[in-house]
């Protein structure tokens, strides 16, 4: 048995050594494929990632444009509001002077009432003291006023 043991030993390590060596290049083969696989899942990453890029700066682009036009209609809206609101004011000033007219021709018109009274008083033929009690007026605009009625009646 000690002459078949080492021949029968030499052909099971040489079994060994080709079934290891077998195991060992079908193995590397797997490997080759995986990194195979994963050379494409990185490129196709790497298309992906440049593609997203471009999206990425595109739409940085259309963000910059859209900020700028923003920030001139913030601009143009800001001059109109302040042209406005100098013509708020304007407009505001001259209705208090609108106002104050009114005022004034009110107060106005009331003498004038008290006037137009007394003409037609004195075209009724009243006298000075009746003219003064019903208009509240005193004795020389009263006076004043007759006279005055009296060349217009003259005159006409």
């Known amino acids: 048995m000690s002459l078949l043991a080492g021949p029968i030993i030499a052909i099971s ?8 060596s077998t195991i060992f290049f079908i193995s590397l ?41 923003f920030d001139q209609e913030t601009t143009e809206n800001n ?26 021709w009110q107060e106005n018109q009331g003498q004038d009432k008290f006037y137009n009274r007394a003409f037609k008083l004195a075209a009724k033929g009243a006298d000075v003291d009746e003219i003064m009690s019903e208009c509240e007026l005193p004795r020389a605009e009263v006076e004043m006023l007759l ?10």
């Open 29 to 69: 083969k797997n490997y080759k494929q995986k990194l195979v696989l994963l050379d494409v899942q990185v490129q196709s990453t790497s298309f992906l990632i440049n593609e997203l890029q471009g999206i990425n700066n595109k739409t940085q682009q259309q963000l910059d444009i859209l900020k700028a036009a």
């Open 79 to 104: 001059q109109v509001t302040k042209q406005l609101e100098l013509r708020i004011k304007n407009l505001q000033q001259k209705m208090v002077e609108q106002e104050q007219r009114l005022t004034q």
């Open 147 to 156: 006279s005055v009625y009296q060349q217009r009646n003259r005159s006409q």
């Open 13 to 20: 390590a040489l079994f060994l050594v080709l079934l290891s």
